[in-house]
Nanobody, 115 residues
Framework: QVQLVESGGGLVQPGGSLRLSCAAS????????MGWYRQAPGKERELVAS???????NYVDSVKGRFTVSGLNGQNTVYLQMNSLKPEDTAVYYC?????????WGQGTQVTVSS
């Protein structure tokens, strides 16, 4: 059974940084794409950033220039470096991985940006 395990969330002041990590266990195949979604209270889950097996990245406009997604270069891991964090980045962040039409989700990690 495939599981995605996230780590690295927490409380940080505005302008600070956090690094999220996600590693897959139980997988014997290589994911085509991995990424991060987030869901704030009262809002829909949105794609934050993703990376494909050949290194193509994609970001939501609100995080461009502040967040960097990396990983999936031979291993089923993905990272999200978050800099210049803002209160509006507060949300539960979910790791996502896809293999063909199968989608996997992590359990989520809370990121809170507050002074």
């Amino acid at each position: 059974q495939v599981q995605l395990v996230e780590s690295g969330g927490g409380l940080v002041q505005p302008g600070g940084s956090l690094r999220l990590s996600c590693a897959a266990s139980g997988s014997i195949f290589r994911f085509h794409i991995m990424g991060w979604y987030r869901q704030a209270p009262g809002k829909e889950r949105e794609l934050v950033a993703s990376i494909t097996w050949d290194g193509i990245t994609n970001y939501v406009d609100s995080v461009k220039g502040r967040f960097t997604v990396s990983g999936l270069n031979g291993q089923n891991t993905v990272y999200l470096q978050m800099n210049s964090l803002k209160p509006e980045d507060t949300a539960v962040y979910y790791c996502n991985a896809q293999f063909r039409q199968i989608v996997y989700w992590g359990q989520g990690t809370q990121v809170t940006v507050s002074s």
